[in-house]
């Protein structure tokens, strides 16, 4: 007899029958993972996780038997996060470029992240991309940033040459990190400002940080 796939379905409402403790259990270990991420790059273990998130690690494998369904299980999450983020800058901004603007400055966290999971788990990250739900919260999050940017450029805000397309674009390529630059030289808070900036019709805004010098960027 073939024995079951143990791997969860990711495409499936990931708290759905979950007593409230578990559900708890559940965020406590997503969150830790995605802190040890940050912190210590793509060899994090389920055992690393438990510990950070103070549970046995039982329960971590009971969750998530292997470290791609962890990974898979923080992609959709964090995607989810987006989209929830992108809907209320869309819902509550008085314009189209202050929901543009909030949107980008509240979720750098979540879209470093999901940069991050693409480039290091390669393999759990390209067997997520088809399914339908990740295909179903990507067309979600395109969709209210098109609506925002619509909004922005029927407003004058923005060039009227330019789409939703390029802001997504543009947005992956400012958040993809260089490597071997000194600490605070490459801060995406500034980057995205003077991208921000480029985009607008009207006069920029003061940027955050400082900008790297000739000495900061001569690195091996």
Known sequence: ??????????TADP?????????RNRERLLAAA????AEHGPEVSLDDVARRAGVGVGTVYR????????????????LRR???AAEAAEAEEPDGWGALCRFTRTTTADLLLAYRLSAWFASAWNALRTT???VRLRRSLMQALDRMWSRAQAEGAVRPDLTSGDFALLLARVLRPLPNLPEGVDDPGRSLAIVLD???TSAPTPLPGRGPTADDLDVP
């Open 1 to 10: 007899m073939t024995a079951p796939d143990p791997t969860p379905d990711p």
């Open 15 to 23: 708290t759905a029958g979950l007593r409230a403790d578990a559900r």
């Open 34 to 37: 995605r802190d040890l991420i």
């Open 63 to 78: 969750r998530f038997p292997h470290r791609d369904a962890l990974v898979q299980a923080i992609a959709l999450d964090d």
């Open 82 to 84: 987006l989209v929830d």
């Open 132 to 134: 339908p739900e990740n």
């Open 198 to 200: 480029g985009l607008r």
